[in-house]
């Protein structure tokens, strides 16, 4: 299973191969890396996105057109999100943010919803004791979202992961499990009103606790104020949000942070998304830069 987390491809062949066969399989893999490398570098002369969001569409799907079992395809999306770690680390790309398992996602099947539960521990435990991966990207890891409705080995697993990158200056990887924006919002203003409460308790410590708590909830509440609680604080806007499958909805995925992100909704499943879908996905950003530029420095003045 640890060789599936270093696979630069979604399907790996096991097979034992003949000298002469690992030779060949060594050079074409030498002239693959140089020929990635010299796109990458052809694509660096652009402006590169900083932040790429992905919707992972189309796992079922996918296991559901290939007549295996279910579960199968989510295993494959993992190694597809490995690989595209990489690519995006290679590419320079600093954040990249996952919409892993949505709140709504619980209104599933429960047996789905269990294994899907225990795909994710099993995932977590396998990055926590096989660190090559992160180690290489020196990744920072965050879970985004209520951990509360996870389950207790998937929940313990998440915060081991997340403390024990915690000190990582690579690439910031962020998964979004169990979110929605919806709920993320809310978090925010309940954040917000918490601490603003707690702010005036303080002022007027000597006035009643109604009359200060009453001050808060009437309290003027900023932009501002609200991007500090939100779970990507700290993290630039989306540059791309690339949902797979052509599926054109957002589906309730950071909404509060996309308003002048270039949304792409390439045909591939997410677990044949590959380094080639990669690519147009950022020629295509490249492509719409001046118009997306045009607008954040509108809504600059605007502000």
């Known amino acids: 299973m640890a060789g599936s987390l270093i696979s630069c491809s979604p399907s790996v062949d096991l097979k034992v191969e003949k000298p002469d066969e690992m030779v060949t399989t060594g050079v074409l893999a030498s002239l693959q890396n140089f020929l990635r490398k010299c796109l990458i570098a052809v694509l660096s002369y652009g402006p590169m996105p900083k932040h790429i969001a992905f919707i992972m569409d189309g796992n079922r799907r996918y296991a559901k057109f290939r007549s295996i079992q279910q579960g199968a395809g989510h295993r494959v999306g993992f190694s597809a999100l490995i690989?595209?770690?990489?690519?995006?680390?290679?590419?320079?790309?600093?954040?990249?943010?996952?919409?892993?398992?949505s709140i709504d996602n619980f209104k599933r099947d429960p047996s789905e919803v269990q294994s899907l539960m225990q795909l994710m521990e099993e995932k977590i435990n396998e990055l926590l004791e096989n660190r090559s991966v992160i180690n290489k990207i020196n990744?920072?890891?965050?879970?985004?979202?209520?951990?509360?409705?996870?389950?207790?080995?998937?929940?313990?697993?998440?915060?081991?992961?997340?403390?024990?990158?915690?000190?990582?200056?690579?690439?910031?990887?962020?998964?979004?499990?169990?979110?929605?924006?919806?709920?993320?919002?809310?978090?925010?203003?309940?954040?917000?009103?918490?601490?603003?409460?707690?702010?005036?308790?303080?002022?007027?410590?000597?006035?009643?606790?109604?009359?200060?708590?009453?001050?808060?909830?009437?309290?003027?509440?900023?932009?501002?104020?609200?991007?500090?609680?939100?779970?990507?604080?700290?993290?630039?806007?989306?540059?791309?949000?690339?949902?797979?499958?052509?599926?054109?909805?957002?589906?309730?995925?950071?909404?509060?942070?996309?308003?002048?992100?270039?949304?792409?909704?390439?045909?591939?499943?997410?677990?044949?998304?590959?380094?080639?879908?990669?690519?147009?996905?950022?020629?295509?950003?490249?492509?719409?830069y001046p118009y997306l530029e045009q607008n954040r420095n509108l809504a600059k003045k605007q502000l």
């Open 139 to 288: 990744c920072k890891i965050n879970f985004w979202g209520n951990l509360d409705l996870l389950s207790e080995p998937v929940r313990v697993a998440a915060q081991k992961l997340m403390a024990s990158t915690a000190g990582n200056t690579g690439l910031v990887f962020s998964v979004c499990m169990p979110y929605n924006s919806t709920s993320e919002i809310v978090n925010a203003v309940n954040e917000v009103c918490a601490e603003r409460r707690e702010m005036l308790l303080r002022e007027h410590a000597g006035d009643s606790d109604d009359q200060a708590a009453n001050n808060g909830v009437n309290s003027e509440i900023s932009v501002a104020d609200l991007d500090r609680h939100m779970y990507s604080a700290g993290c630039p806007d989306p540059d791309i949000v690339i949902r797979t499958s052509g599926e054109t909805r957002l589906s309730n995925f950071l909404l509060w942070q996309t308003t002048f992100s270039h949304l792409q909704n390439p045909d591939p499943l997410w677990p044949e998304f590959s380094f080639r879908h990669l690519v147009w996905a950022i020629l295509q950003y490249q492509r719409a």
């Open 83 to 101: 690989a595209n770690l990489l690519y995006c680390y290679e590419m320079g790309v600093k954040y990249i943010t996952v919409y892993a398992f």
